[in-house]
């Protein structure tokens, strides 16, 4: 099977970020997303989640490039002020030019 | 007073809130599912909607008139006082000042239908045109407190330092209004006032029996839901400070006896007066938190929805909502 | 026919449904919890069902013989009459029209349901064992489509080229048919019947004011959620071009007069008639979609769920239902 | 007894349990969303308390002393019974027997409910208190067979070896007591018990047409979705045995009757001592399973789910309340 | 701490194929699967799953001979007619023997 | 972009371990995890999740060094007596500082 080798780039973050969020991966070029509801804790609040709504994980299969940029946007405009998590890991997906 | 507080204490409305709260100090599993929260409350605004648009329907715009103004000023008054008093005399940060006013600014629904509830136990029933009030206060207070923190704070920075990032650039004011005019509950409400004052009495009747009739008890339910909320957040109390625990418990009550004034000079009866203090006093914990941490990511969420949430919440539900009563009805004895 | 319509649009049903439609167009952030649209949806069913049981079981078969034989008639009748109008004069490619049939041969239950309530608003009630009727007609119209649908694709791919992958050959029908039996709202309703049929007036009294006192509130609920789902499809009304429009539109008033005329034959009152002829208007959003979606993946779902969501559904609800009414009023006249 | 159980059998409730069976073997799609099964079991519990505790602000502690003190006796009676059959006759490891042995202590809610709603259509309604006594059912019958488990579990592992990782030491008795009485069973029904005898009548008046009207409606929803739950264990009876089987069947019969047996005695009325009967002889399938599970996680989960959901309650609903009430008919008769 | 190098297998779709998909783990070999409901946007009608139900991730820990012949399936009947995005990754397991 | 490699310890399990688990999480020095819901099968009873509840996934991003304790923890007291699985994947995270 012919796979080819993509970034998965995934985010966990208050759920309040969700239209945000989905408009900077559009923004930076990502074909498609894929999010769960959740619950976390982490450095900041747990329980906040109680009335401002729990989690989201937001996971998009994106070029190194557009990860690269989604990273820097989120860290300038998002981690200093959202309790909000953010990681990367190799992937290999089928048809994976559809996702570039 | 005694006797008023004492019939508040035995409704199953405060005894469900107890349990609930007893029930997270007990460290009990008891959770309600999410979707049932979300449920009741698009049932129980819903219905308040209905039910107050069918008595609009029947209500002259004269009688309508003084209440409303009264109210929008209200609207006005209340998030600025919370805010000055929580950056004078209380020394908050700016942003957690406009965070915790707009909280105080706003209305929380379920006060609000505790307290037509008490009147009607009290066989002083509210104008029916009270929720359309209601939407009133609601608008302004979130509105105006978010516009002073972000004016507030666009001017500390600016005097701070030059630079400033996309980021930290306040989001755009009519964004903010346009959340607040659609959110669920405005839509909910004011979506209900209108079908219930253009189907009127007739078309309500075949669904009375389930926006009336269940009434009650899913509001049970809800504040039972309230109270392990409320319960949770008590742990809070310490870390939120003396200050805001006075704050959360006396500025109701300045805030309730002007709103219990202002509806009395404006030709309410006693317990519409009551009903327009107790919204005036009540703290919004449902459509102010996600706005405040949106617009206002800076101030921290621990004040804000602990004071609204564990402290205002219940007192206005147990001792708030007897005493707004009590003033308007030594208010209409004079 | 104009004060028939007023009646209908004054009624919280449609007022609910424009509602939802508002707040979508709003951009409102107004959604219902999924678990509570599922939740209600099968409260409607088996309320719905046993209801009919109970009235089933007052029935005489006779009074049940011809209306039967028509409704069936009207099963096999409206798949192949969309069928051929979408393949000939609209074009479409066969998995489209086979796809677009099914959900027009099939039944809108909260179509049939709203129906029932406004010949009930205009004194003139339906007969008890529409609802057996429903579960008539809803069954030979999707799997008719669909064994049309795959017949033709079969006899197509089979002319284009002789080699054939195991993925396009065809579901079994045994296994469409199972799954359309056994569907959710299959059980429901008619598990419904069943129950009602053996509990009779007497074992339904204590789960009435459950299942027949809630019932026009929680449709309310309902269509308000139906209204946000067919205004978040108002955006596809242009992809899916005029054709299409005129089509949701005027296919139902013909079907609709169809079965009001047949239903008139067979013997109905002027309310039975009318449902019938809505029920043979509507079109299936809730059983035909994934039935559709797994056997005809080939076919776009914007088509059809934009069609029976969004054009036809709404249509029915506002000018539909009066219009069939008054074509019973009238054939009734004569 | 024949026309006993066609009462019952006609019931909404056994009809339609038994539709969730049919659907299963149908293998239909159909299925309870989960926050809506969740919702139910809260409404059924609270409703239950309740009413209860209303009922309990009427009754004098004199009227329950003797039926509280043979509640307790049954509680610590049938654990220890349902275990020593399961070791000596059916030869099982502690753990499965003591896990078996837990539910078979503790009762089955919805059982309750479906007894008192029996009691009630054979004009012999149970006292008020009786949900007070299930509340002292409950609680010693799982705690009792848990600790039986530990202590023989704990002994048999000594005398095989010494060393043992701290992974095999047993939870402490004091988190398994605080899980059981915490548990959202205890907390809605005990929590119910209090508002209600604190409320009173008058409170309790406005929030009747939901907690009353509703609540045999509520029940048949979540009766489907028990015959839904128990329908997909169906498949299990096979790897269970002939012994399990049976055991689900005879031992209710005989802590049924020691049931109704002790209730006469201690005065209870024909309804009283039936319902009595039919919570002896009940097996919990929503309070002990996670107990067991992380109690004694050796047990085999397909044991005591199966015994518990797909023998004993079906055998409970259909045949045994109406066996009981019988049996305290005839009782009542000398 | 001994760990067993596999491939973690997961594909995100329409849930309406969800018994088909399960089948088709089955069939091919593999040991279990966990499943979770989500939502996601890609090349196809984000909006479908409003009337059709929601999307659901499928994900299944298999030797790579069994993640192989999955691709190949879902590649040949699944690609060109549904929502569908499949992809690799390398992980760790614990016990691994239990799912080859 | 700057990240850290960490390491992504997933486990999912049967949702009555949800507290110890988050227990044992704490105890052996994780920062932080992401639940989410989900269902399952795998070698022990898949039906159970009926009355006893779904499953659970609990995802940690931990060093290494913690990842190895807790998957010690796991063998020698939940493996033998509870539905469980648990892997490890390789991930770089941002501003990866703060969950070591
Ligand atoms: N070490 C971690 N492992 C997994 N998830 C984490 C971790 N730390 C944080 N998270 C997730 O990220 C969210 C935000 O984290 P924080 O900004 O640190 O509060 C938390 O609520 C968790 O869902
Ligand atoms: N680039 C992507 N990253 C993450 N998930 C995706 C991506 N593309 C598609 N998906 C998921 O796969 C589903 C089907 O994709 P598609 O077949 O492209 O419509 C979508 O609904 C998403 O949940
Ligand atoms: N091979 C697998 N791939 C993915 N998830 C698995 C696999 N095996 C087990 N699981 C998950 O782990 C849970 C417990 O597995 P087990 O202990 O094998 O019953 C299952 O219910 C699944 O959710
Ligand atoms: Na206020
Ligand atoms: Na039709
Ligand atoms: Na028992």
Redesign the interface.
Known sequence: ?D?TP?T?L?I?C?A?LKERLLGELTKAGA?????????????R?R??S????A?I?LET?VSPGVA?QL??T?????????AI???????????GD??I | MWDVLQVNLASPLALAFVLGIVSRLLKSELSLPRDLYASLSIYLLLALGLKGGVELSQTSLNALFWPAVVTVGLGLFTPVSAYLVLRRLGRFPIADAAGIAAHYGSVSAVTFIAAQQFVQTMNQPAEGFLPTLLTLLEIPGIQLALAIGAVQMARERAAQHAGQSAAEAPRPMAEVLHEVLTSRSMILMVGGLIIGCLMGEQGYEPVKPFFEGMFKGALTLFLLEMGLAAGARLGDLKSVGLFLLGFGMILPVLHGGLGVLLGHWSGLSIGGAAVLGTMAASASYIAAPPAVRMTLPEANPTYYLTAALAITFPFNIVLGIPLYYQMATLLAAH
């Open positions: 099977m796979t993509l998965l995934t966990v208050e309040i074909k498609g997303h894929t999010l769960t509801e959740c619950e976390g804790s982490g450095s609040h329980r906040v109680e009335t401002l709504g989690n994980k299969i690269e990273l820097n989120l860290t300038h405009d998002y981690f200093p002020r959202f998590i953010a990681y990367l890991s190799p992937v290999s997906v089928v048809r559809k996702y």
